[in-house]
């Protein structure tokens, strides 16, 4: 565990036993402890046995928060709920039915993720609907000696996220509303859209909003220290999330197919790092940066699809109607 400040440590949930890809965070009070997204449901051992090396044993957890249900935020939060007989599980309300139901959230990622994946999930146990406790929008969890987290319903990448601003260090906790920032690929961002629910006029919305946010530091789920400044955030997201758009655009008009569209999409996230392919590390380059394109792509092929169903230039080929039929699937499970 890494100290952001005196009452705020970062943890590395080691998302399919590799580093710098998921992170969860411990806020500690006087009183309370709370631990934000801890993870996949595979990354529960991990995050268990590092706070016990802190010192803290998971039955002083008095709050579970999510940033939102996905699963490599929620994932762990069944197995660490059994032994934290007090843990309240804090979710926006959006998102509690699910989270109360955890076998969609299961059902949803199986959908969007590939097989070799799927596959080191691990177990995900359900979560005890008495332990869901529903938030919205400028709630306040006060976990003694001055240290809270106010609620901030920022939705976009998924309609229930919600940021946690750590009000006495300034501490900004945003989810998924943050692109991805790999330290490996020198913390570049990469638009976090995720299947069929990313809205991208929400999104810009919500990254707006969080503008007159005065925070001292902005810490992202993946991964680690992004920003000191909101405004800067707020700048380097859109920029990120418009220039995607635009470059999706103009591979629909050349007619690219989806697994080129990808690898495209690849090579300029490679190039824009400055990194060489042989540095990047095996994992992320090969397997993890092409998931979580192809799931951004699908985020933003649903968003565009609704909107502008016949783009021009728009091939139908094979892996566009299992996008489709993926797309469908994942709505049905929810
Ligand atoms: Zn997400």
């Not at 991805?180 to 299947?195: C, E, K, T």
């Amino acid at each position: 565990m890494k100290a952001i400040d005196k009452h705020i440590f970062e943890i590395d949930t080691e998302a399919f036993g590799h580093k710098r890809l998921v992170a969860s965070y411990l806020v500690r009070g006087a009183e309370h402890i709370a631990l934000i997204d801890p993870g996949f449901p595979s990354s529960a051992s991990v995050v268990k046995d590092k706070l016990k090396s802190f010192g803290i044993e998971p039955s002083e957890i008095s709050y579970i928060l999510l940033t939102h249900f996905h699963i490599d935020h929620s994932g762990a939060t069944g197995a660490l709920l059994k032994e934290a007989p007090n843990a309240r599980v804090i979710v926006h309300k959006r998102s509690a039915f699910y989270v109360k139901n955890f076998a969609k959230i299961v059902g949803g990622a199986r959908m969007v993720f590939r097989t070799e994946l799927i596959k080191r999930f691990g177990e995900a146990y359900p979560v005890g609907t008495e332990r869901v406790f529903p938030v919205t929008d400028g709630e306040i969890i006060d976990l003694g000696g001055g240290v809270k987290l106010r609620v901030i319903h920022a939705p976009g990448h998924s309609p229930d996220n919600v940021c946690y601003l750590e009000e006495s260090s300034g501490t900004l906790f945003p989810g998924d509303l943050a692109c991805l920032q790999y330290p490996d690929l020198n913390n570049i961002y990469i638009p976090a859209a995720s299947p069929p629910l990313f809205e991208i006029n929400d999104e810009i919305e919500s990254l707006r909003s969080l503008e007159k946010i005065r925070a001292e530091r902005i810490m992202v789920p993946h991964y680690g220290y992004a920003e000191a400044s909101t405004i800067e955030f707020v700048e380097k997201s859109i920029n990120a999330i418009q220039q995607t758009k635009r470059t999706i655009q103009e591979m629909f008009r050349e007619g690219l197919e989806f697994q080129h569209m990808i690898e495209r999409l690849r090579g300029k996230i490679v190039k824009e790092s400055g990194k060489l392919e042989d540095d990047l590390p095996d994992f992320l380059s090969r397997i993890y940066l092409r998931e979580m394109l192809k799931t951004g792509l699908m985020g933003f092929l649903a968003f565009m699809l609704e909107y502008a169903p016949y783009p021009r230039g728009f091939t139908f080929n094979e892996q566009w109607q299992d996008i489709i039929k993926g797309a469908e699937l994942y709505v049905s499970t929810l």
